[in-house]
């Protein structure tokens, strides 16, 4: 059912309430859509995708039983738009969610911001792993130094939004 509703839909914001209001009552909703989203092979994960950050958007404690597995499956994501609505949606689980990471999804957190920063990903997903960079640098000093050497390495030749998500990182890092 929740495949059929994806399938038929878009990523119209029409298409996409209508798509929530139909499937939004099933009881394995979250577990399949966090599944669809990160299966590489999976014909609709990118509005899995979409519909998992739109519900995560309105309701931030809807990923709190699976921060886990989402975390361990973010290096699956593969697919662009999903690696960039992933690093957001991780973005928001970290500020909002805070007390549910322990060290080890701290630090799987980290690294796959690490990953996203010296791999060749948009620059939507570079920004969200600067930000997650940001707000955990305390706790990786050194690391977020290193980080930010490399950033500065390359700004010159990245975009304008690109830059600007790494002066803030900058600035923030050079002040700590």
């Avoid at 509703?5 to 914001?13: F, K, M, V, Y």
């Avoid at 899995?48 to 809807?62: E, T």
């Avoid at 597995?69 to 928001?92: Q, W, Y």
């Amino acid at each position: 059912m929740i495949f059929r509703a994806l399938a038929l839909g878009n990523t119209s914001l029409a298409s996409r309430k209508k798509i929530i209001e139909s499937i939004s009552k099933q009881s394995d909703l979250i577990p399949t859509l966090l599944d669809f989203t990160f299966d590489p092979n999976c014909k609709v994960k990118v509005l899995a995708s979409i519909i998992l950050d739109d519900l995560l958007q309105g309701n931030p404690v809807l990923l709190d039983k699976y921060i886990g597995d989402f975390v361990a499956k973010l290096p699956l994501a593969e697919d662009e738009s999903v690696k960039r609505l992933t690093s957001k949606m991780a973005v928001l689980l970290l500020e909002k969610r805070k007390e549910l990471f322990d060290e080890a999804l701290v630090e799987q957190l980290w690294n796959q911001s690490l990953v996203w920063l010296t791999s060749n990903a948009k620059v939507a997903t570079e920004a969200n792993a600067m930000h997650l960079v940001m707000v955990l640098y305390k706790r990786y000093p050194e690391q977020a130094r290193l980080i930010a050497e490399l950033i500065e390495v390359n700004f010159a030749e990245k975009t304008p939004a690109y830059q600007s998500k790494a002066r803030k990182l900058l600035k923030v890092i050079n002040k700590g």
